[in-house]
């Protein structure tokens, strides 16, 4: 495995991630941000937890980008569309099994089931995380897809 590779490369592809989410809550596409989720998982202050969040997916992406390297190392090839086919699939994961998670692993967010309460500040993502906007699906397919094809594009084998 190339690790200086993989350091550069999944380090740069995380932080284009953080920024295609950014930028698609931006233009309003979504409501989704997964770094300031993040950050509410350690602090209810919301300033601060863009801040801890930030750092926290940027740290989540990396270790989610040696999965790329190392399917890519098993594969013995690189290439763009095996990182989007890659990015694609771990969408589909999130989207379906991670983000229906997140109300029992969140300390501050609310239940479908239960609704919200004084503690539970954070409307729950919903299925697709449609509950953040119909444009949901698409920014993280497109982020994830992003993601990916940085990795299958500069992330070189030894």
Same mark, same amino acid.
Request: proline share 5%.
């Given at each position: %495995?190339?690790?200086?590779?993989?350091?550069?490369? #999944?380090?740069?592809?995380?932080?284009? /991630?953080?920024?295609?989410?950014?930028?698609?809550? *931006?233009?309003?596409?979504?409501? %989704?941000? %997964?770094?300031?989720?993040?950050?509410? $998982? @350690?602090?209810?202050?919301?300033?601060?937890?863009?801040?801890? *969040?930030?750092?926290? +997916?940027? =740290?989540?992406?990396? *270790?989610?980008?040696?999965?790329?390297?190392?399917?890519?190392?098993?594969? +013995?090839?690189?290439?763009?569309? !095996?990182?989007?086919?890659? *990015? /694609?699939?771990?969408?589909?994961?999130?989207?379906?099994?991670?983000?229906?998670?997140? &109300?029992?692993?969140?300390?501050? $967010?609310?239940?479908?089931? +239960?609704?919200?309460?004084?503690?539970?500040? /954070?409307?729950? &993502?919903? =299925? /697709?995380?449609?509950?953040?906007?119909? !444009?949901? &699906?698409?920014? @993280?397919?497109?982020? +994830?897809?992003?993601? #990916?094809? @940085?990795?299958?594009? =500069?992330?070189?084998?030894?």
């Amino acid at each position: %495995m190339n690790w200086s590779s993989w350091l550069l490369w #999944g380090f740069l592809a995380t932080l284009v /991630l953080t920024t295609i989410s950014e930028v698609t809550q *931006g233009l309003g596409l979504t409501r %989704m941000n %997964m770094p300031y989720l993040l950050g509410t $998982m @350690i602090t209810p202050d919301r300033d601060r937890a863009k801040l801890y *969040g930030f750092f926290i +997916h940027v =740290f989540w992406g990396w *270790g989610f980008s040696l999965v790329y390297v190392l399917i890519f190392e098993a594969l +013995h090839e690189t290439g763009w569309w !095996r990182g989007v086919i890659i *990015g /694609l699939v771990q969408a589909v994961f999130l989207l379906v099994a991670v983000v229906n998670l997140l &109300p029992g692993l969140h300390p501050r $967010m609310a239940s479908e089931q +239960h609704g919200p309460e004084s503690a539970n500040l /954070l409307e729950p &993502p919903g =299925f /697709l995380a449609l509950n953040y906007g119909a !444009r949901t &699906p698409f920014a @993280i397919f497109l982020s +994830h897809a992003v993601f #990916g094809a @940085i990795l299958g594009i =500069f992330y070189h084998l030894k």
